[in-house]
């Protein structure tokens, strides 16, 4: 019985190494952003004069917000479910400034119910990066445009 249930383990840990080999990982938080020309420097602060003017492109792990005529992307740990449909954000620093290491409380319902507990919650800054919206990202059917108007045309 005990040579069995071993024998049993140990499969279930090789099928569980073997189905994972091939997957390739998605990039999450920032590195999703990489390449993207809207993404700026890492801040360690951002200093609101009243509270976030506006707040959007939420996934589940990034969002951007502009305070005036600033905008930033912010990186939370892990995941915070409700951001993705978050309708409603606030901010849990105790000064004026968000830091890393504070919270954003977000909710995807405009009031707080009590019988809906997981549509509101905590999100954990990781990171805050600068984040210019006017920039655009490189289209790759440029270069593929250009390279064929600088061949001579084709005679018939």
């Known amino acids: 019985m005990r040579l069995s249930l071993t024998f049993a383990s140990a499969m279930l840990v090789l099928a569980g190494c073997a189905s994972t080999d091939g997957a390739e ?13 809207r993404l700026g420097e890492e801040v360690d ?12 492109n939420n996934t ?7 305070e005036g005529r600033d905008h930033y992307l912010i990186e939370v740990f892990g995941t915070c479910t409700p951001l993705e449909h978050a ?5 849990g620093a105790s ?4 830091t890393n290491g504070d919270s954003v409380i977000v909710s995807d319902s405009l009031t707080i119910r009590r ?15 600068k984040w210019d ?12 445009d250009s390279a064929e108007s600088d061949a001579p045309p084709e005679e018939s």
């Not at 990982?25 to 020309?37: F, L, N, Q, W």
């Not at 019988?115 to 990066?129: E, G, I, L, N, W």
């Open 95 to 98: 000064t004026g400034c968000l």
């Open 87 to 91: 309708v409603t954000m606030r901010i």
């Open 25 to 37: 990982r998605k990039p999450t938080g920032i590195e999703k952003y990489a390449d993207d020309p």
């Open 133 to 144: 919206p006017k920039a655009e990202k490189a289209d790759d059917t440029t270069d593929t």
């Open 60 to 66: 589940r792990d990034t969002f951007t917000v502009r």
């Open 115 to 129: 019988d809906q507990p997981f549509s509101t919650a905590r999100c954990v800054v990781k990171s805050m990066h």
């Open 45 to 56: 602060r951002i200093c609101f004069a009243n509270n976030i003017d506006s707040f959007g």
